[in-house]
């Protein structure tokens, strides 16, 4: 059963320099950054930092799956982290994946097998806020949304944050990032779909993660998917406020 | 890769005279465990270990697989630990430092070797099916003591979890997803866990249980004791460092065993608190197949 | 010192209201740390914090705590020396790092024929004399226009502690005690119990005393203080506690 409401706790690890771990639609992930730190020879770069993504699976250790995943993240990471600050450094992200969620139909491991979109929203999520948490310059935040697209007799319907079975009978899972100045980031899919069914799923993550100025209370209930670019504000509101106590 | 930070002259003498006045930087007495929480996950099978600023994870899975060729009665059980740059800078990721090998090697000697989980009871079909049983352990944050809390975390998740249910009807193993019959646990035969000593002083003369990390890198030498409650030693390692005195180590092996019990009692008390969290209307009482010992 | 009475908290790439920007009529505009000036007249936060307008010396910036320290010029640290070369020291800032440079002649009275010993492993008390995202940073022990130490240069004995960015420079404060609200040192000293300390903008304090109690107390009370988020009551009773266990 996935849970909608977001969770997230920041600089709880005490190594890294910065933390967070993130939890929303039945996955949890604890992200850590370090940087901009000391690289390898032969990894640095003159004129920016090298951003490195490591990406950790709950069960097991990681294969192609991850690799695509992490190469995925490093080029929307690097668009967002002011990498020209830092040159012939280093800043290293790790990505544990704590929890996934479970699919009491099937026996663990063949649902693991399944495909690689669902959890990326949440590993940028976490990502981000570990960086927010590490005081990493950034450009913007970032804001991401899975939507899966299920045909039923000809009509499809866009679902957003999908559970394991709606994305077992789908016929297309796509993922779109967007920074805060409401600008495209990340945009991945899979299956088969129509153009048109690209543009009403691209309208409707925009709508998710670019939300029109409203009042300034959030509300969480409203619309039956979570707020994230307003939940990472508060987040971090809260956690500004708790650091500055003594001012 | 980049090498761990050392501590400073200034420390190194500080922390040595403070010991000799019979002080620990952050107060506690010289065998005192820093607070430690064990926390469930909603999952079976996940422990989180909290040591003071220490944090490690360990996650249980099963798999049906074909056995090892010359043992087609026993089923696969596997830990491993990969130390990932959240840990610490210093760790890379496909390039296991000393620290890495000998904490696996470790927890397999501790867990596997000493026959805690009955390997047996995890055959389906022989030589054919059998259960293979994998224990993940991330380390989450470093201060120090990572092989106490590990051993900890590992034996606390194979005794959270459970696999799904089987039943043979004749030639036929049916394997029942967790929708269709509740999961079993694994058969347990012992609770071994860890207790890790670090001496100091020109010949090891003070003990320190459960160091912090500045405390750990400063030590000459240590030993870690492996056993259950019940004082069965499963394994003793002391891997090279300053001789110490044999009476202090017979020392340490009895203050190991008071705190193996504590840690016992902490885990069976963790684990009753989980299952009644869990229970539905005490439904799973009756479905339990646990072997009471 | 003037700061806005109600905080206003930013996130990267979010805009800034041209109310909070001051103004004026003879001073140029500054801007601090955590922001980005994009010409010709944009300016963008870069890291999530409260935004501080100081109206004096019109200078704008972002307050945050966490992360990793980061070398800017006139800033005093305590660095560990890692080795010597032929003319150098190279000392270390933060973990994971580059090394600064510590030139062997920039000590109060250094001349060729007589230059400071240190060891590996030592601790020096040094300013930020370059620093820029180009070079490896370089210090000094000594001011460089009038020759003398001021303070700064080898620190023997005692013992060194970690406290988090923000602590430093509530320490680094010069009223400590009303603007950065740490009492604990005040406390301590009128208690009776005599020591000295150094704080280091990296996030490292030096505590020395004759007492090796003495020393345990101070470094702990900070500890606790930059961990618990104490408050200036909760920072008296917990030195009167400390003092009490420790006698």
């Known amino acids: ?247 | 890769m980049p090498r761990e930070a050392e501590p400073s002259l200034n420390e190194k003498a500080f922390f040595l005279q403070a010991l000799q006045d019979g002080h620990r930087l952050d107060g506690r007495k010289f065998e005192q465990f820093r607070q430690l929480d064990l926390q469930f996950g909603d999952q079976y099978g996940v422990a989180d270990v909290t040591l003071g600023k220490t944090r490690v994870l360990a996650k249980v899975s099963a798999e049906v697989t074909v056995p090892y060729p010359d043992r087609p009665f026993d089923g696969i059980f596997t830990i491993t630990t990969e130390l990932s740059p959240m840990a610490s800078p210093a760790f890379e990721v496909n390039r296991p430092t000393e620290q890495e090998v000998l904490l696996s090697r470790l927890l397999e000697k501790t867990v596997r070797r000493s026959n805690a989980l009955d390997t047996e009871s995890l055959c389906l079909i022989a030589g054919q099916k059998v259960w293979s049983i994998r224990v993940d352990l991330h380390v989450l944050s470093h201060d120090g003591n990572l092989m106490d809390a590990s051993c900890l975390a590992v034996v606390a998740a194979l005794r959270h979890f459970r696999k799904p249910d089987t039943s043979m009807e004749g030639e036929t193993l049916t394997i029942y997803t967790p929708a269709e019959r509740e999961p079993v646990p694994l058969s347990w035969l012992h609770t071994p866990l860890c207790i890790t000593f670090s001496f100091y002083g020109d010949e090891g003369e003070m003990t320190l249980v459960d160091t912090t990390l500045l405390e750990e890198q400063l030590k000459v030498s240590s030993c870690t004791i492996s056993l259950n409650k019940h004082g069965e030693i499963c394994q003793v390692a002391k891997l090279g460092g300053t001789p110490v005195d044999a009476v202090s180590l017979v020392q340490c092996a009895s203050i190991a065993l008071q705190k193996v019990k504590e840690l016992s009692t902490l885990l069976d008390q963790k684990l009753a608190e989980d299952s009644k969290r869990r229970n539905k209307g005490g439904l799973l009482a009756e479905l339990s197949a646990e072997n009471a010992r | 010192m003037a700061t806005d009475s109600e905080m206003v908290f930013v996130l990267p790439g979010d805009g800034i209201d041209a109310s909070l920007i001051p103004t004026h009529p003879k001073r140029p505009l500054r801007l601090g740390p955590g922001l980005r000036h994009i010409p010709p007249s944009t300016i963008v936060p870069t890291i999530a914090g409260q935004l501080v307008t100081d109206h004096k010396k019109n200078s704008l910036w972002v307050e945050y705590n966490g992360g990793r320290y980061i070398p800017a010029v006139g800033d005093l640290v305590i660095g560990q020396v890692d080795r010597s070369a032929a003319d150098f020291y190279y000392v270390a800032l933060s973990d994971y790092s580059s090394n600064a440079s510590l030139p062997q002649l920039a000590f109060e009275m250094a001349t060729k024929k007589t230059r400071p010993n240190l060891a590996t492993g030592a601790l020096v008390y040094a300013r930020v004399s370059l620093a820029n995202r180009h070079m490896d940073p370089e210090l000094e022990c000594v001011n460089s226009s009038t020759g003398k130490a001021d303070g700064l240069g080898p620190l023997v004995g005692g013992m060194l502690y970690s406290i988090s960015l923000g602590m430093a420079r509530r320490l680094l404060m010069r009223k400590s005690v009303e603007e950065g609200r740490v009492v604990v040192l005040e406390e301590l000293g009128a208690l009776g119990l005599a020591f000295e300390t150094a704080v280091g903008r990296n996030g490292k304090m030096w505590v020395n005393s004759e007492d090796t109690k003495t020393v345990l107390i101070v470094g702990r009370a900070v500890k606790e203080t930059d961990e618990g988020n104490l408050t200036v009551d909760q920072q008296k009773k917990l030195v009167r506690k400390l003092v009490k266990e420790m006698s």
């Open chain 1, 1 to 247: 059963m996935a849970s909608h409401d977001p969770e997230a706790r920041l600089s709880h690890l005490q190594s890294a320099d910065g933390s967070a771990t993130f939890s929303h639609a039945g996955y949890t992930v604890v992200g850590a950054v370090n940087g901009p730190i000391e690289v390898q020879r032969r990894d640095e770069l003159p004129e920016e930092a090298v951003v490195d993504v490591i990406v950790r699976p709950a069960a097991g250790v990681g294969g192609t799956r991850e690799r695509h995943l992490e190469s995925l993240l490093q080029s929307t990471l690097r668009q967002i982290i002011l990498i020209n600050n830092f040159p012939r450094t280093l800043i290293q992200v790790t990505l544990q994946v704590t929890v996934s969620p479970e699919n009491e139909y099937v026996n663990a491991k063949l649902s693991q097998a399944a495909t690689n979109l669902p959890i990326l929203p949440t590993l940028i999520q976490t990502a981000l806020l570990a960086l927010l948490s590490a005081a990493i310059p950034l450009t913007a935040t970032v804001t991401a949304a899975v939507l899966a697209i299920v045909a039923d007799d000809g009509a499809s319907t866009i679902i957003v944050d999908p559970t394991a079975r709606e994305i077992q009978v789908s016929r297309s899972l796509h993922v779109f990032a967007f920074t805060s100045r409401d600008e495209l980031l990340l945009n991945e899919s899979e299956g088969e779909f129509t153009m048109q069914e690209w543009d009403n799923a691209f309208a409707t993550a925009q709508r998710q993660c670019c939300p029109a100025p409203t009042s300034d209370d959030v509300d969480m209930e409203g619309g039956s998917q979570a707020d994230l670019k307003n939940f990472t504000r508060s987040t971090l509101e809260t956690k500004t406020a708790s650091d500055l106590y003594w001012k």
